[in-house]
């Protein structure tokens, strides 16, 4: 982990709510890993006391790219960042996806959902480097959603999107569409996904229905990002033991069977 007092925003851009930054941040940028996080101080001034976590949307030579949501303080703040400001961060953060072993011509599906796309970028770029065949779904409760869809198809990654509303693209969840595309021409041998907590859950079940592995990408409430505050709790099944485990430095990132969410998913 590494501490970046003065990681300068190079590049902004803005939809609505959602906002995409670079930063300049060597040292975190080279030691970055899909499905890791930063914590961001998203103001100089005492309030937002907490950094709030951002995963790794994206690396470009001294660069990271993120992209994000406002929905509070902490992210209307950020989404005011200017060219030229200095932010305070830390990281690179947690366990990302899993990347080892032989993946040439394995064929990937990534589910995200609403702001969850940011780590599927990164994500997606990794596995074309290992010869991977990475294919998106990119799910949204409108089209004003999917503002990344044009990023990740001049990326050469064509997201298959689907809206809530029906304003875009299939009409429903995205699961669903995943469900509907495995049922007819393709069969993708592992899943990752990252977004809501019940498209997690339709996501780990569609896994144990087609018996490929996934992997998830939770988000949880963090005070410190680096194991210290217990604030990101969440139960995980382990050698047979469920157990609170936290998610900053065991995760963000972890096999679809490992994740408890309750009764329901028994
Ligand atoms: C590992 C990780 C990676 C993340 N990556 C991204 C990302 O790439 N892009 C992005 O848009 N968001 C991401 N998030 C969520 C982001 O951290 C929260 O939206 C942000 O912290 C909210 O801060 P705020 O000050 O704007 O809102 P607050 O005023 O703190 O909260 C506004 C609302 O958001 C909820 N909230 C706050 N923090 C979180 C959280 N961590 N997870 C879920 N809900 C939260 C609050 O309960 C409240 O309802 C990530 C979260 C985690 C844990
Ligand atoms: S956020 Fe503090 S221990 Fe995980």
Not at 116 to 139: D, N
Not at 241 to 259: D, I, Q, R, S, T
Request: hydrophobic residues 40%.
């Amino acid at each position: 982990m590494h501490k970046d007092q003065a990681a300068r925003v190079t590049h902004t851009q803005g939809w609505g709510a959602y906002h995409l930054l670079a930063l300049n941040s060597p040292e975190i940028a080279s030691k970055a890993a899909p499905g890791q996080f930063i914590m961001v101080r998203t103001s100089p001034l005492y309030l937002p006391l907490l950094r709030r976590p951002l995963s790794i949307h994206a690396v470009s030579g001294p660069e990271l790219h993120l992209f994000f949501q406002a929905v509070g303080a902490g992210t209307e703040l950020l989404g005011q960042a200017g060219k030229g400001q200095v932010l305070d961060i830390l990281g690179p953060l947690g366990r990302g996806f899993d990347l080892s072993g032989d993946l040439e011509g394995r064929r990937a599906a990534l589910v995200g959902g609403g702001r969850g796309i940011a780590p599927l970028f990164f994500l997606a770029h990794a596995l074309r480097q290992k010869g991977a065949e990475a294919r998106v779904f990119y799910g949204g409760q409108s089209e004003g959603d999917l503002v990344l869809r044009e990023r990740f198809s001049s990326a050469g990654f064509a997201a298959a999107c689907s809206t809530e509303d029906g304003s875009s693209g299939f009409h429903g969840l995205v699961t669903d569409l995943v469900l509907r595309e495995t049922a007819e021409a393709y069969a993708p041998d592992r899943l990752y996904a990252c977004g809501p907590d019940g498209m997690l859950q339709a996501v780990a079940k569609l896994a144990r229905r087609l018996n490929i592995p996934a992997e998830l990408s939770l988000e949880s409430i963090m005070g410190c990002g680096f194991g210290a505050c217990w604030g990101c709790v969440h139960k995980i099944r382990k050698d047979g033991e469920e157990a609170w485990h936290k998610v900053c430095e065991e995760g963000p990132v972890f096999p679809a069977e490992a994740v408890v969410w309750g009764e329901e998913d028994r």
